[in-house]
Antibody, heavy 116, light 113 residues
Framework: EVQLVETGGGLVQPGRSLKLSCVASGFTFSSYWMYWIRQAPGKGLEWVSSINTDGGSTYYPDSVKGRFTISRDNAENTVYLQMNSLRSEDTATYYC?????????WGQGVMVTVSS | DIVMTQSPSSLAVSAGETVTINCKSSQSLFGSVRQKNYLAWYQQKPGQSPKLLIYLASTRESGVPDRFIGSGSGTDFTLTISSVQAEDLANYYCQQYYDTPYTFGAGTKLELK
């Protein structure tokens, strides 16, 4: 059974940093692209970042480019999201997701609140 | 980026009714090589993460009840839920995976009348 467990969320002041982790189990982690997708309170789903199988290629939308960094450790079955220069509009539940042929299997999510 | 437009944004139903949720893409999601439409549907219940219901526009994920039916091709797609049950009350999202970045519709909230 696919399991994705996110940790690292919390309340952070604007301009500060936070690092999310997602530990995967139940599948061969190193064979899959991994994504972070977020959902602001009461809103829809927004792709935040993605990483290929060996971590050599990463992708971001303009809204987070230059501020967020995705990485992975295949030996530890973990994907990370380093978030710097956080803004109030980054407040959301962040989901780690396994991508297979374009569709997603999701973790339970972790809440990030950016507020002074 | 491909824009996904869902309608309606919310829908109030009674148990046992059949409901239809629409999803329109800004360009065709039909892949000529595999002759498939790259469109998925997800269900998100309150306080939970999204769950894959349907992929390739009409293929149900394992374990999904057969009252969930996906249809459509090209740019116009539909999720039909026949004989809605209380457990189906949730938000539903379509997602295209024809081209990156993969994009989602804004969602349809299914509520009890």
């Amino acid at each position: 059974e696919v399991q994705l467990v996110e940790t690292g969320g919390g309340l952070v002041q604007p301009g500060r940093s936070l690092k999310l982790s997602c530990v995967a189990s139940g599948f061969t982690f190193s064979s899959y692209w991994m994504y972070w997708i977020r959902q602001a309170p009461g809103k829809g789903l927004e792709w935040v970042s993605s990483i290929n199988t060996d971590g050599g290629s990463t992708y971001y939308p303009d809204s987070v480019k230059g501020r967020f960094t995705i990485s992975r450790d295949n030996a530890e079955n973990t994907v990370y999201l380093q978030m710097n220069s956080l803004r109030s509009e980054d407040t959301a539940t962040y989901y780690c997701a396994k991508e297979i042929f374009g569709v997603f299997y999701w973790g339970q999510g972790v809440m990030v609140t950016v507020s002074s | 980026d491909i824009v996904m437009t869902q309608s309606p944004s919310s829908l109030a139903v009674s148990a046992g009714e059949t409901v239809t949720i629409n999803c329109k893409s800004s360009q065709s999601l039909f892949g000529s090589v595999r002759q498939k439409n790259y469109l998925a549907w997800y269900q998100q219940k309150p306080g939970q993460s999204p769950k894959l219901l349907i992929y390739l526009a009409s293929t149900r994920e394992s374990g999904v009840p057969d009252r969930f039916i996906g249809s459509g091709s090209g740019t116009d797609f539909t999720l039909t839920i026949s004989s809605v049950q209380a457990e189906d009350l949730a938000n539903y999202y379509c997602q295209q995976y024809y081209d990156t970045p993969y994009t989602f519709g804004a969602g349809t909230k299914l509520e009890l009348k």
